[in-house]
């Protein structure tokens, strides 16, 4: 107030701003998630179905990349790089074992078994 402002209690006081105003944003865009954990995932359970070492073995690379990324990055994601990375190391451990099995005459082509 400066010298020459008078309060008048006569008039009403001005309204309270509005209840429910529109906030500032908080913060800013939430962070994607890292491209690669998606595709380690997505590729250690195709690993897992039918391709093996195809697939395993990129799930493996990039579950291992995608951490490093997300450590440096603090992206979300680390879950799935993690599951990538195991499931591709399942897929591979698996085709190992089928071509040990196809070897020894215990697998033949079309996936049965033999009971001989």
């Known amino acids: 107030m400066t010298k020459g402002d008078h309060v008048s209690y006569n008039e009403p006081p001005p309204p309270p701003p509005q209840y429910g105003a529109p906030q500032p944003p908080y913060g800013g865009m939430p962070q994607k998630t ?8 997505v ?15 990129p799930a493996i690379i990039l579950g291992n990349t995608a951490k490093k990324e997300i450590a440096q ?3 979300p994601g680390r ?15 698996l085709g190992i074992l089928g071509i040990i099995l196809y070897f020894a005459g215990t697998l033949t082509v079309n996936g049965n078994a033999s009971s001989s």
């Open 34 to 41: 890292n491209t690669k954990a998606i595709w380690s995932l």
């Open 79 to 93: 879950g799935m790089a993690q599951a990538g990375f195991i499931l591709g190391i399942i897929a591979v451990v």
């Open 73 to 75: 990055t603090g992206q």
């Open 43 to 57: 590729l250690g359970i195709v690993g897992l179905l039918c391709c093996g070492f195809f697939t395993g073995i």
